[in-house]
């Protein structure tokens, strides 16, 4: 979060293109390739997943690990949602039945409804978790040396050294997409 104290920080609207971004993102050579199905995996791989993930951490996880964790998921759900959406209009220029514009409307509402449960927990998020971020940020600063660069700084703010050391990703790795990432945004 943008804040006086600590001018530097990850806004609000950096952390959601950071949750949203697709690519380019390091990846490790020690996490196993997991099979989720795709279409025809079971409801629960996933959070079976995450859980494991969790389980596995020696050091457990934090409330706003989980909050962030949410809304990335619920983020991948809305965009899979709106292309699941676009995927039923017709694109040969045909007119939609009564049912279907009727089925298509009701979507169109649903779809509404996951967007502004993402705007609200993203508002609990940002509010509940300012005292964190504020700490971290204080912490992360007095471990840099002098004259560090904002991305550098971001890379640490976001990303542990101990996650990282678990996951066998090089630093400069994160520190590169995060760069290439803000340096992209127009």
């Given at each position: 979060m943008t804040s006086p104290e600590i001018p530097d920080s990850?806004?609000?609207?950096?952390l959601k293109e950071l949750l949203h971004s697709r690519g380019g993102i390091p990846t490790s050579d020690v996490m196993p390739e997991l099979n989720l199905g795709g279409p025809d995996g079971a409801p629960c791989d996933l959070q079976f997943a995450i859980k494991q993930l969790v389980m596995r951490s020696t050091?457990?996880?934090?409330?706003?690990?989980?909050l962030v964790a949410a809304t990335h998921l619920l983020l991948e759900a809305e965009?899979?949602?709106?292309?699941?959406?676009?995927?039923?209009?017709p694109d040969d220029g045909r007119k939609l039945s009564a049912i279907e514009a009727a089925i298509l409307a009701e979507m169109s509402d649903l779809n509404r409804f996951i967007s502004t449960a993402i705007h609200n927990l993203q508002v609990f998020t940002e509010a509940i978790s300012y005292p964190f971020w504020?700490?971290?940020?204080?912490?992360?600063?007095?471990e840099l040396p002098k004259g560090f660069a904002t991305e550098e700084f971001h890379s640490?703010?976001?990303?542990?050294?101990?996650?990282?050391?678990?996951?066998?990703?090089?630093?400069?790795?994160?520190?590169a997409y995060l760069k290439r990432l803000i340096t992209s945004k127009p």
């Open positions: 990850v806004s609000p609207d950096l050091s457990g996880s934090n409330f706003i690990q989980l965009d899979f949602y709106a292309n699941q959406l676009r995927s039923q209009l504020i700490e971290r940020a204080k912490r992360v600063k007095s640490h703010l976001l990303i542990s050294d101990a996650l990282l050391a678990s996951l066998e990703i090089d630093r400069t790795a994160i520190t």
